[in-house]
């Protein structure tokens, strides 16, 4: 892989879009909000059910951090709580694996705005 030349030009909205990406801001993805909703309807699942299976999937592909972030506000929007988001990671396990859970944990963690055990803590 090359690395790109200094001074690559690069738009302000680029930018921002990426900046926005990068941080798991939802706002980046409210041209595809239409989509998102027509995805769900032809589903045939509740919006609360739908986030739940989300989440299941960011679990089992080992998501990236950010992933988390915006996939379990929308969750918690739609009506689930955060005993329904550990009832999920506890009905994926046996078919994702427990490290992929183990992994998924803190990232939920943080995205429920809970503080990470520390050494102390164990």
């Known amino acids: 892989m090359s690395v790109p030349a200094a ?3 690069v738009d ?3 930018r921002e879009a990426l900046t926005a990406l990068a941080l798991g801001q939802a706002s980046a993805f409210e041209q595809a909000s239409g989509l998102r909703e027509q995805w769900r ?11 739940l ?3 299941a999937a ?14 379990i506000a929308e969750a918690l ?6 005993k329904d988001i550990l009832g999920v990671l506890i009905a994926v396990a046996p078919q994702v694996g427990v490290p992929r859970v183990v992994a998924a944990a803190p990232e939920i963690m943080v995205a429920l ?4 055990p520390t050494d102390a803590d164990l």
């Not at 960011?58 to 972030?69: E, G, K, M, R, T």
């Not at 929007?77 to 955060?82: E, I, N, T, V």
């Open 77 to 82: 929007d739609s009506g689930a709580s955060p």
């Open 41 to 51: 309807q032809t589903s045939g699942l509740d919006p609360r059910a739908y986030s």
């Open 7 to 9: 001074g690559t030009a």
């Open 12 to 14: 302000e909205a680029t």
């Open 113 to 116: 705005d809970l503080e990470l």
């Open 58 to 71: 960011l679990v089992a592909q080992d998501a990236p951090p950010a992933s988390y972030l915006w996939q």
């Open 53 to 55: 299976v989300k989440i």
